[in-house]
Nanobody, 114 residues
Framework: QVQFVESGGGAVKPGGSLRLSCSASGSIYIGSWAWFRQASGKPRELLTVTSRGLHTTYTDSAKDRFTASRDNTNNTLILQMNNLRPEDTAAYYC?????????WGQGTQVTVSA
C-alpha cells in the first residue's frame, strides 16, 4: 500500500522559512505531484502542482513565496517556503494530482507566530 510521508514542518516566526519534504512509502509512478494544506476548520487547499517534466503551477496562495521541486529518481517532492505569514499556519500534505484519497499521509504541521 502506497502512502505519502511529509516532513519538515515546525514553528517559525513571521518572515521565517521552512523546507518541507514528501516521499512515497511504497513503489509508485507519480505523474503530477501536488502540495496541499489545511488550516484548522477550513477545507483542504491546493498550493502547487509539479509535472513529471518538472514544471510547477502555483495557486495564488503559493506564488511568489513558495517554490516546489521534485526529484524523480528518488521520488521526493520539496516545498521551500519563504517569508512565512501567520495565515500560512496549517497542516501540509502532498498527493498526486488529481489526488487519490488512499494516498493521504499524516501531513506535517507548520505554525507561524510571533
Amino acid at each position: 500500500q502506497v502512502q505519502f510521508v511529509e516532513s519538515g514542518g515546525g514553528a517559525v516566526k513571521p518572515g521565517g522559512s521552512l523546507r518541507l519534504s514528501c516521499s512515497a512509502s511504497g513503489s509508485i509512478y507519480i505523474g503530477s505531484w501536488a502540495w496541499f494544506r489545511q488550516a484548522s476548520g477550513k477545507p483542504r487547499e491546493l498550493l502547487t502542482v509539479t509535472s513529471r517534466g518538472l514544471h510547477t503551477t502555483y495557486t495564488d496562495s503559493a506564488k511568489d513565496r513558495f517554490t516546489a521541486s521534485r526529484d524523480n529518481t528518488n521520488n521526493t517532492l520539496i516545498l521551500q517556503m519563504n517569508n512565512l505569514r501567520p495565515e500560512d499556519t496549517a497542516a501540509y500534505y502532498c498527493n498526486t494530482w488529481p489526488e487519490r484519497s488512499e494516498y493521504w499521509g499524516q501531513g506535517t504541521q507548520v505554525t507561524v507566530s510571533a
